[in-house]
């Protein structure tokens, strides 16, 4: 399995961005492809998650109502539209997937099995 993500950049404060996770190999259409983000200094924390076979939701406290997750069967793709993007969202954003993921874990990094390689996304002031 391989994870592919791109749509970082540079953007100003109220911007949006869209990241893309392009999965290849057995990305499984079962589990939980999610996006995780790690800023300098700080731990790897839990952005968004989509359920591969309800298309069920979550999402961090911290970009509910700006960032919507959403997933693409056709092109075994997850998204993630960033709107109204804040200095505090600059970070590293990985795209993950899962096969044993569940309700209980899906906010834990430990528990995915595949990560893409990170794609840089900076907002300033």
């Known amino acids: 399995v391989q994870l592919q993500a791109s749509g970082g950049g540079l953007v100003q404060a109220g911007d949006s961005l869209r990241l893309s996770c392009a999965g290849s190999?057995?990305?499984?259409?079962?589990?939980?492809w999610a996006w995780f983000r790690q800023a300098p200094g700080k731990e790897r924390e839990f952005v968004a998650a989509?359920?591969?076979?309800?298309?069920?939701?979550y999402y961090a406290d911290s970009v509910k109502g700006r960032f919507t997750i959403s997933r693409d069967n056709a092109k075994s793709t997850v998204y993630l539209q960033m709107n109204s993007l804040k200095p505090e969202d600059t970070a590293i954003y990985y795209c993950?997937?899962?096969?044993?993921?569940?309700?209980?874990?899906?906010?834990?990094?430990?528990?995915?099995?595949?990560w893409g390689q990170g794609t840089q996304v900076t907002v300033s002031s």
């Open positions: 993950t997937v899962g096969s044993r993921i569940i309700l209980s874990t899906y906010q834990i990094d430990r528990m995915y099995d595949y």
């Open positions: 989509v359920r591969w076979s309800s298309r069920h939701t």
């Open positions: 190999g057995r990305t499984a259409s079962s589990g939980f």
